[in-house]
Structure formats: structure tokens, C-alpha cells
T-cell receptor
């Protein structure tokens, strides 16, 4: 059974700092997705990673996928308050499983 | 605005009551999904429909039924609500079989 683990589950950052969120998964897959959820809101698709070595960047966020290590990372560069949200990874195999989410708080 | 529309947004039920959550999309997507989201957990798939006329169980289907009424609409029914079904329910749609691309705003359901 596919299991998806994110860490950390909670992250409090200072503005301007860098940090990385990790997403590990248990079975072979080369399709991974990152979503953002603001409090009380729906999920918004951020990145689609479809092959080993895939890297996608948008603004201060960069996502990468290493299918051999079964690991994806979401790197935050020079965090700003607007990035405060919960970030989910989801892995596609025979179905799609979500991680528990990383609740990010960026403080001034 | 185009997207996925869920109704109602909030609902409180008593144990044993029944209700149907409605979902409609206007993006001509083939696939539709129902997820539940519980505190500290990611989304878990309840049921999905890869195309009109087909439905399949997801990870946590017990206690739920679904109907894909047409290409636009996918409803989720709780026949006899239980407190364990207190959750936030999200409907989603997409072009592909197992990947949701657009989510509704959610239905916050409390069962007392």
C-alpha cells in the first residue's frame, strides 16, 4: 500500500529565511504533485512532477522529484508572509495518496 | 466563474440522519472525486468517477454512496450519519482518471 509521509508537519519560519519540506513515499511512482491550501479554503495545484529529476519553480517555491530515492522536496527561498499556508504532496500510483500536510507559518 | 461548486458549505446533522452533498463542475472534465479531510491528515479519497456512468471506491468508502448524475454532477450521500463522518468534504474534478485538478471550496459537516 502506498504511504506518503511529509515532514515537518509544522514549520514556523522567519521572513527572508530558506527552508525545505520533504515528501517521502513508499512505492514506485514517477508522478508527484504539490498543492497549497489556505485556512478554510480549497486546495490549489502548485506543481506537477512527472519524471525523475523533474524540477519546477514558481516565484519563491521550487519543487523537485527523485524517483530513485522516492523523495520530493519543496524548497522555499526568502520566505514571505504570503507563503503561510498548508502544503500537501500527493503521489500517484494505482490511485493517488496525499501526505498529511505541512503547515507553514512565516513570521515577520 | 468556472470551477467546482459544492453545496452546502456547512451542515450539522444528528446521528442517524441522512443527507446528500452536491457537486457540479463546468469545465467539461471527465473525472470527478469526493475526498474527506480530517485534522492532521491529508485528503482521503472516498469515491471517484472516471466518466459518466461509472463510479469506483476509493480509500475510505464505507458509510457513503455516490451518484454520477451526468457529466457535470457528482453527489455524495450519507445514508445514516455517524460522528466519525464529521469532516470537511471536498469535491474535485479533472481530465485524468486519478488526478484531481480543481477542487471545490469544501463542505464542513458536523455530526452530533
Amino acid at each position: 500500500e502506498l504511504k506518503v509521509e511529509q515532514n515537518p508537519l509544522f514549520l514556523s519560519m522567519q521572513e527572508g529565511k530558506n527552508y525545505t519540506i520533504y515528501c517521502n513515499y513508499s512505492t514506485t511512482s514517477d508522478r508527484l504533485y504539490w498543492y497549497r491550501q489556505d485556512p478554510g479554503k480549497s486546495l490549489e495545484s502548485l506543481f506537477v512532477l512527472l519524471s525523475n529529476g523533474a524540477v519546477k519553480q514558481e516565484g519563491r517555491l521550487m519543487a523537485s522529484l527523485d524517483t530513485k530515492a522516492r523523495l520530493s522536496t519543496l524548497h522555499i527561498t526568502a520566505a514571505v508572509h504570503d507563503l503561510s499556508a498548508t502544503y500537501f504532496c500527493a503521489v500517484e500510483n494505482n490511485d493517488m495518496r496525499f501526505g498529511a500536510g505541512t503547515r507553514l507559518t512565516v513570521k515577520p | 466563474n468556472a470551477g467546482v461548486t459544492q453545496t452546502p458549505k456547512f451542515q450539522v446533522l444528528k446521528t442517524g440522519q441522512s443527507m446528500t452533498l452536491q457537486c457540479a463542475q463546468d469545465m467539461n472534465h471527465n473525472s470527478m472525486y469526493w475526498y474527506r479531510q480530517d485534522p492532521g491528515m491529508g485528503l482521503r479519497l472516498i469515491y471517484y468517477s472516471a466518466s459518466e456512468g461509472t463510479t469506483d471506491k476509493g480509500e475510505v468508502p464505507n458509510g457513503y454512496n455516490v451518484s454520477r448524475l451526468n457529466k457535470r454532477e457528482f453527489s455524495l450521500r450519507l445514508e445514516s450519519a455517524a460522528p466519525s463522518q464529521t469532516s470537511v468534504y471536498f469535491c474535485a474534478s479533472g481530465y485524468y482518471d486519478i488526478r484531481p485538478q480543481h477542487f471545490g471550496d469544501g463542505t464542513r459537516l458536523s455530526i452530533l
